[in-house]
């Protein structure tokens, strides 16, 4: 089934950052949401892993057809909902290398969560950072602690591919990327569909999608859907902006779950 957003409203401390919100993913495709900062896309992705202080109002988020809005956000984790943030924060103290093998272990019921109990694991990170472009020496550094922008991005998606989650929110994964490291990115987001995964793809802009093709795109502006259709949608808004957008759509399209 995949990953369901029902009628979702959401607020923050005192403003309402999501209004009647639905979006569903299935297994084996790609959505992509996009906006203009500021628009909710964050925030959809913050209150899908049930972050801290986003209070849901009204609506329902599922997965495989069951409500999760009763979990914690490491329980959404450990159900097989992977966010890949838009600005990864710094881990000092711990390894890039031990928080991959410390979260699988966790994610397998395993006690003791630094033990590499099977060195494939260790071969799978090598391989896949080697294909994205992030220096091995990285694994053995403090997450994110003298990272580059690009690099907290490749370590991000190393996790999410490694992990091997059903549901991956990917927040402007492109940020920071050289146009060869967005086609390397844009290939393991690909592989991610191929392998059966709802993928959750949001930008702002459409570059990476010249490299990979989305199933569905939908438009959020001012933490309402606006507009939703097939990839064509995408280049619409790169040739009439979002004023453009909004102006031709008008939101008749906020309420549907279909493409």
């Known amino acids: 089934m995949g990953l369901e957003v029902l009628n979702l409203t959401v607020r923050v401390r005192d403003k309402v950052v999501l209004r009647r919100v639905n979006l569903k993913v299935d297994y084996g495709t790609i959505h992509v949401v996009m906006g203009p900062n500021g628009s909710g896309k964050s925030s959809l992705a913050y209150a899908i892993l049930g972050r801290e202080g986003y209070e849901v109002l009204e609506g329902d988020i599922r997965l495989d057809g069951e409500s999760i809005l009763g979990l914690e956000t ?21 390894r890039l290398s031990t928080l991959i093998i410390a979260s699988m272990n966790k994610k397998r019921g395993a006690s003791e ?45 190393l996790q999410a591919v490694v992990l091997d989650p059903k549901v991956v929110i990917l927040d402007e994964p492109d940020s920071g990327l050289d ?81």
């Open 74 to 94: 490491h329980e959404r984790a450990l159900k097989g909902i992977f966010l890949s943030m838009q600005d990864p924060p710094v881990v000092p103290g711990v």
């Open 113 to 157: 969560l630094t033990r590499i109990s099977d060195p494939r694991v260790v071969k799978t990170m090598q391989k896949v950072a080697s294909d994205i472009g992030l220096p091995l020496e990285l694994l053995q550094r403090e997450v994110n602690v003298g990272f580059s922008g690009g690099e907290r991005k490749r370590g991000e998606l």
């Open 179 to 259: 146009i060869d490291g967005i086609r390397k990115v844009a290939s393991y987001v690909d592989s991610m569909r191929i392998g059966g995964k709802a993928v959750v793809l949001i930008t702002h802009y459409a570059r990476m999608l010249h490299f990979v093709k989305p199933d569905v795109v939908t438009v959020l502006i001012g933490g309402e859907v606006v507009a939703r259709g097939g990839p064509e949608l995408a280049f619409e808004v790169e040739e009439l902006g979002y004023d453009g957008i909004r102006r031709k759509y008008g939101g008749l399209q906020s309420q549907t779950l279909n493409t």
